[in-house]
């Protein structure tokens, strides 16, 4: 088997630029790796003799993990195909790069399990949230811990032996105290479900939410990941990946939080919640900015209420504020600048890449 090289130069990253795969075809790739996956970490549990634990964990799996959108795990699979050499594509390292990508899924699932309940949420992905289930309940704090775990069980069982495993592990670490930092923003400036403190409802405190509760692990970890399994270490590559890449995830949050209001739950696959929630979201913060003192007062007595009459006011008042132009105006202009720095990275970088993520988040809606 080709192991993914240590060191990496400008001509042999941009030797890739050339391979591309739809979305749809890796999907498929993707998920038929998933039974691998699930018999993979119940091996690791019926070696440990307890076998109504090990049942349980496969139901577990299925449940949360496969039946997402698989954006991010498909992420790491299209940028290793973008940054590997020739030699390194082999059909073995394609396939660990989609058991990595299952790891960045399963960071994902155990991530919303623990959100879903903090956040009191109905739905997740068209269905009930996990621990909604058959009166589940709290005990899905421990069903999450079991999908955090499973990542490290199958970085241990299929990179252990290679150059890139503890770079791989370290940036599974590193994300998730990032990502768990900014949920710990998130619940202060909700309150932890109380009334929420709308002085906190800064841009300052918004855009440091979204860094770090979605978009390091959103859009840079899975090419970090990728990068270092295609033996990318140089740092220059990894900062410009990330500055372009913390972008996009901003773009990405800001339309989460519109479509939370805006969207169609058809669609979307969830009920927006964020107004009766009390979140920190983009519209709360630009309305904050741009409300009359009488406005101001609209927000502070209907914002993080169930009270379906109030929850139409804040829409109300979001709408007489004129929030959903002004995301149209945000949308276009983030678009151009983000093409425009896409186009200044440099270091070899495939420009395609980045375009390609863009352009899958690009007026999305879902």
Not at 123 to 143: E, F, K, V
Not at 310 to 328: A, M, P
Request: hydrophobic share 35%.
């Amino acid at each position: 088997m080709s192991e993914p090289a240590s060191s990496h130069s400008v001509n042999t990253v941009t030797q890739a630029r050339s391979r591309t795969v739809t979305s749809r075809d890796e999907s498929r790739e993707m998920m038929a790796v998933w039974p691998d996956v699930v018999r993979d970490l119940t091996d690791a549990g019926r070696h440990l003799d307890v076998p109504h634990a090990t049942k349980w964990m496969a139901k577990v799996l299925q449940y949360n993990v496969p039946s997402g959108k698989k954006n991010r795990g498909l992420a790491v699979v299209y940028a290793f195909k973008k940054l590997a050499t020739h030699d390194q594509l082999t059909e073995e390292n394609v396939r660990l790069a989609r058991i990595l990508g299952w790891c960045v899924e399963l960071y994902q699932a155990f991530f919303l399990v623990e959100d879903d309940i903090m956040d009191g949420a109905t739905t997740r992905r068209g269905q009930p949230c996990w621990y909604r289930q058959n009166n589940i309940g709290l005990s899905a704090i421990n069903d999450g811990l079991l999908l955090e775990q499973s990542i490290f069980q199958l970085l241990r069982t299929h990179f252990k032996d290679k150059a890139c495993y503890l770079n791989l592990v370290e940036v599974f670490h590193e994300n998730i105290l990032k990502t768990t930092m900014g949920q710990t923003l998130d619940l202060i400036s909700t309150h932890f479900g109380q009334k929420p403190k709308l002085e906190l409802f800064t841009m300052d405190q918004y855009n440091a939410i979204v860094k770090y509760k979605t978009a390091y692990y959103s859009f840079v970890m899975p090419v970090s990941l990728a990068m270092y399994f295609a033996g990318i270490t140089d740092p220059e590559m990894h900062r410009q990946a990330k500055t372009i890449l913390l972008e996009m995830g901003h773009f990405f949050q800001v339309q989460d939080d519109f479509l939370d209001c805006y969207g169609d739950p058809e669609v979307t696959g969830k009920i927006g919640t964020d107004i009766q929630d009390g979140k920190c979201s983009w519209l709360a913060v630009v309305a904050l900015q741009r409300a009359t003192p009488a406005q101001k007062k609209i927000l502070e007595e209907c914002y993080g209420s169930s009270d379906p009459a109030k929850v139409d006011r804040v829409k109300q008042l979001y709408n007489s504020l004129g929030l959903q132009t002004t995301y149209s105006v945000y949308e276009e202009e983030s678009y151009n600048l983000m093409n425009t720095h896409i186009q200044q990275i440099s270091r070899g970088l495939p420009h395609d890449l980045f375009f390609k993520f863009l352009e899958k988040i690009y007026r999305r809606d879902s």
